[in-house]
């Protein structure tokens, strides 16, 4: 049973720095693409960062230059480091991975329980 096991997060003002991490554990091929997404009150959930296996990285517009995510494929861990934090980031967080079960890739997408990130102004 894969599961995904979220860290991090809390309570932090404006303008300082929060670090989340996710860990996969189970049993399994090997972890494709490594994701953090967040959804706050009333919204739709969003694609805050996502990095594939060979480290390419994409972020929404709204968080470029403060937000870095980073991978351990030896760890099956995934970070975000966010910087600069505004209110506005203020959300649960939640953390993806597509991991494939098997040398052909198949395989499902597994999601974290989800950690709150509140930012005061």
């Known amino acids: 049973q894969v599961q995904l096991v979220e860290s991090g997060g809390g309570l932090v003002q404006a303008g300082g720095s929060l670090s989340l991490s996710c860990a996969a554990s189970?049993?399994?091929?090997?972890?494709?693409?490594m994701a953090w997404y967040r959804q706050a009150p009333g919204t739709q959930r969003e694609l805050v960062a996502i990095i594939g296996r060979n480290g390419d990285t994409k972020y929404v517009d709204s968080v470029k230059g403060r937000f870095t995510i980073s991978r351990d494929n030896a760890m099956n861990t995934v970070d975000l480091h966010m910087n600069s934090l505004k209110p506005e980031d203020t959300a649960v967080y939640h953390c993806?991975?597509?991991?494939?079960?098997?040398?052909?890739?198949?395989?499902?997408?597994?999601w974290g329980q989800g950690t709150q990130v509140t930012v005061s102004s």
């Open positions: 993806y991975m597509f991991i494939a079960s098997d040398w052909r890739l198949n395989g499902d997408h597994y």
């Open positions: 189970g049993s399994f091929f090997r972890i494709n693409d």
